[in-house]
């Protein structure tokens, strides 16, 4: 974390409006991307991108609040709501028919094909553990390097390693099944 | 497992999407691309993410107002209790001392907080009626100091027989200071209060006496005396006070005693300036008046007990106490040589003798 984070971050547990609309508008859409990967629903992820920041505020200026990296607190926080999302729903979601059916030039049929496989993905990505997910797409979906994945979960590179092979592994083998 | 995890890390580096993967992680490395797959962009949030950012704001500003205004405000809070607890404390300190001080006599630790606390609340009482009473109140609490050290058998010097006289000529003064309806009471009061107090006195200063305690014991008649006339003449009062002019001779051979007076007259001891004679002798039956100054005869120191007093330091029956001054009297008419016994005015002062020693003198000019 910089320490223009942490002048952010400080600012932000005295309510600061420009604080805290700096955060908003660094971390909104890099949140709404994780949820919509985790989601695969547009509206959702939009959805529940608000929800995350409306949590960062019930925690200012409180002991949950976070202390050095609001980003990775920021996404703990939209990877649990996403959680519960699906917890709620109690079952695979509907494929969504968003705008890449018709924006994208390709065939429709193999985009419903992609939309499947991609939908069989998210699947077996929510019968991982937490860690798992998070290091899933981080690592792969986001392309986000190993340290920073490291960074962003707490942990050190060589579990991060460990992490994601054994992520990978139990993915296969989920959706091999 | 971290040789394996190692193994995988490495040959991810070494792979990219679309081409094919060899070695026992070929199926992993693919997997891992075939997630790869989610990593298109994202369709843009349907409403670009700005009823959520405006409603994070809005939250924010509500929050702000619900959460941080009660902390300040408990700040100010904290802070006004604290200052409230320190002038408590200190208010606290302050009354103790003053209480504790109250009953302190002169001589004692505290008479010097008590004196203090006094002067602060004259200085602080400016309403001619409120003054008047409080200096009242003050000239009792010096009478009674006297009182209660003499009844204790302790001296009083000239000092503390000062500060009395000169709290009681205060009174007088502040009781001129009234209106023409109000002066009389005022006056009246006094004058009751030094003439019940006069007796008591007199009494135990008979068992001890000391020129300071003989010099306050005149002034309290003489001021008594002069309360009681200011009585039916304010004014006049008020004039004698502003020209400085000496208090009238209290001592009236053959006048009738005013009412309430007490047989403290009969100590009345001669000015400097008064010529011994008999007018000047009152009978007294409790004790003769002091020999007049610089004449201490065997003969005119009827009480052997009072000899060696009045003998020893007769002038200082007829210092004016220290830290009085009063205005020089003006003599009377014809009145010009010291120690004439009659001041030859058509209008003599019921045939008192002329007191041109300030001693007795009640001139209004008291220093502070």
Known sequence: ?177 | MKRKADQFEHALQASSPGQPVEGPLASLVEMAHQVAGLSGTPPAPPQRLLPGRQRFLAEASRLREVRLRPRARLVWTLRLATALGVVVILLGVLFGTERAAADSLPGQALYGAKLATERIRLALTFQPESRSALAQALAEERMDEILALLEAKRGVDAAVSGRATQQLQQALVAATQLDDAAAPQALQKLSEAIQQREQATSSAAGELPEAPVQEFLREMERVREEAHRGQGDPEGLRRRLRNGAPAEPTDRPGGTPTPGQSPTRTHQAPSPSTTPGPSQTPPGPARPSEPPFGTGTPAQTPVPSMTPRSTGEPNMTHTPAPSVTYQPPEPPHGSTTPGSTQAPTADPPRGAPAQTQGSAGGGGASKP
């Not at chain 1, 600061?16 to 695969?40: E, F, M």
């Not at chain 1, 991982?128 to 979960?153: K, N, S």
Request: net charge positive.
């Open chain 1, 1 to 177: 974390m910089t320490t223009s984070d942490e002048q952010v971050l400080e600012r932000t547990q005295s309510y600061d409006a420009h604080a805290l609309a700096d955060v908003y508008d660094r971390y909104a859409a890099p949140i709404y991307g994780y949820l919509y990967r985790l989601l695969g629903e547009a509206a959702q992820a939009e959805d529940l991108t608000g929800e995350v920041f409306l949590r960062l505020l019930e925690v200012l200026g409180t002991r949950r609040a976070p202390r050095d990296r609001i980003g990775a607190w920021l996404y703990r926080v939209a990877h649990n709501l996403a959680m519960d999302q699906f917890r709620r729903q109690k079952k695979t979601p509907a494929i969504a028919l968003d705008e890449d059916l018709v924006a994208d030039g390709s065939q429709p049929a193999d985009l419903v094909g992609d939309k499947i496989t991609q939908q069989q993905l998210r699947a077996g990505i929510r019968r991982l553990t937490t860690d798992q997910q998070r290091v899933i797409l981080l690592r792969f979906a986001e392309e986000r390097p190993l340290a920073e994945v490291a960074r962003m979960m707490g942990k050190s590179e060589g579990a991060i390693k460990t992490l994601q092979h054994r992520a990978v592994s139990r993915l296969r083998k989920l959706l091999g099944e």
